[in-house]
T-cell receptor, first 116, second 112 residues
């Protein structure tokens, strides 16, 4: 079974630009969540989607947005990039069927974003 | 506010000895806890989990202990191997299971 696939793996953008990152979950997984990892900050929750609906959102500005398609694939977008947005963006999927406890999330390898 | 805390940024252990990684949480609604291992330039890999109805879960060399009254969990690795050198994150979720809260990680170095 293929794991979580994220594209692109590495990208460099200029301040003020926007970026779109893509995530394909594990086959059969309907929940996709996104996390940002910066040095010393651990993994910060961005948002979580299930069946094309955003169920949870972390404490990030509105420049960060996402969506999920009917095939469970997800994209996240960051507009008006700032230097502080440089980070590893991780996508995770789980077999969550509606918010039951005990779900395990499985991560992709991440997309490294550098803003210059 | 950091609801999951890993107060030790780094830990060094001799090969063959026990590694103990600690994690504290503040939210009493958390009822599912996980440990992930992360190598540089890779995504976190799921290691082991524990539900709040248990106080111990074991998988090979990895054992997780949960002390609900102290809001504390720990990961024991016995025996430690050089390949275990990585950053370890603990994570917690509440009953809805939709959002996970992560600690800031502990970098484990196993010295051959």
């Amino acid at each position: 079974k293929a794991g979580v696939t994220q594209t692109p793996r590495y990208l460099i953008k200029t301040r003020g630009q926007q970026v779109t990152l893509s995530c394909s979950p594990i086959s059969g997984h309907r929940s996709v969540s996104w996390y940002q990892q910066t040095p010393g900050q651990g993994l910060q929750f961005l948002f979580e989607y299930f069946s094309e609906t955003q169920r949870n959102k972390g404490n990030f500005p509105g420049r960060f947005s996402g969506r999920q398609f009917s095939n469970s694939r997800s994209e996240m977008n960051v507009s008006t990039l700032e230097l502080g947005d440089s980070a590893l963006y991780l996508c995770a999927s789980s077999a969550s069927t509606g918010g039951t406890a005990g779900n395990t999330i499985y991560f992709g390898e991440g997309s490294w974003l550098t803003v210059v | 506010d950091q609801q999951v805390k890993q107060n030790s940024p780094s830990l060094s252990v001799q090969e063959g000895r026990i590694s103990i990684l600690n994690c504290d949480y503040t939210n009493s609604m958390f009822d599912y806890f996980l440990w992930y291992k992360k190598y540089p330039a890779e995504g976190p890999t799921f290691l082991i989990s524990i539900s709040s109805i248990k106080d111990k879960n074991e998988d090979g060399r990895f054992t997780v202990f949960l002390n609900k009254s102290a809001k504390h969990l720990s990961l024991h690795i016995v025996p430690s191997q050089p390949g275990d050198s990585a950053v370890y994150f603990c994570a917690a979720s509440a009953q809805d299971g939709n959002q996970f809260y992560f600690g800031t990680g502990t970098s484990l170095t196993v010295i051959p």
